[in-house]
């Protein structure tokens, strides 16, 4: 654990307020949820709850069957980082922080699909160009952006029909309404 040598007081209703620095560095913004762990010797622990990270095995086997039926790599993502990929190495994507190219997709609740004379993809991960979205479709639950579903290439002008974009947007819904059960 890393010491920030920030210290905040409780307030008389038990709140904590998170520094702003600590708040951009880590992407929590307003309503996002928190989970709360305890150590025994009296630590208690933030950490940024990802509810699509919790599908964890089910998100690689669903990534896996997209990709197989499409021949395209497929990435799954919370609204942070990438949680499943196949079709891709999974060691350069997995767990790696989304673009902000992509997070600004997710914000906006859109679907993105390179179009003939767009420019290209959108990066996948922060600070790498090696891997470029052809389609990205958020995965909506409850009317929350959690997620996104992507499929993606190692090339930036990736040609995306209207078939990859369908199976992005059925798959991004399935995963949503999943989540709310």
């Known amino acids: 654990m890393k010491a920030t040598g920030i210290v905040r007081r409780i307030d008389d209703l038990g709140r904590?307020?998170?520094?702003?620095?600590?708040?951009?560095?880590?992407?929590?913004?307003?309503?996002?949820?928190l989970e709360i762990f305890t150590e025994r010797d009296g630590e208690v622990i933030f950490k940024k709850y990802s509810p699509i990270g919790e599908l964890g095995e089910f998100a690689a086997d669903y990534a896996e069957t997209l990709a197989k039926t499409s021949g395209v790599p497929v990435?799954?993502?919370?609204?942070?980082?990438?949680?499943?990929?196949?079709?891709?190495?999974?060691?350069?994507?997995?767990?790696k922080r989304i673009s902000e190219d992509v997070e600004k997709?997710?914000?906006?609740?859109?679907?993105?699909?390179?179009?003939?004379?767009?420019?290209?993809?959108v990066p996948v991960v922060s600070g790498s160009e090696k891997y470029f979205a052809g389609v990205v479709a958020p995965i909506v639950?409850?009317?929350?952006?959690?997620?996104?579903?992507?499929?993606?290439?190692?090339?930036?002008?990736?040609?995306?029909?209207?078939?990859?974009?369908?199976?992005?947007?059925?798959?991004?819904?399935?995963?949503?309404?999943?989540?709310?059960?």
């Open 75 to 95: 990435v799954i993502t919370d609204k942070d980082n990438v949680i499943a990929v196949s079709g891709a190495p999974k060691k350069e994507l997995v767990e």
């Open 16 to 33: 904590v307020v998170i520094p702003k620095e600590i708040r951009r560095v880590l992407r929590i913004r307003e309503g996002d949820p």
């Open 141 to 181: 639950s409850e009317g929350d952006t959690i997620g996104s579903v992507m499929m993606v290439s190692e090339h930036e002008n990736m040609p995306v029909g209207e078939v990859e974009k369908k199976l992005c947007q059925s798959a991004a819904g399935f995963l949503g309404k999943h989540m709310e059960e």
């Open 105 to 121: 997709m997710l914000e906006k609740k859109i679907i993105f699909a390179i179009e003939a004379g767009d420019k290209g993809g």
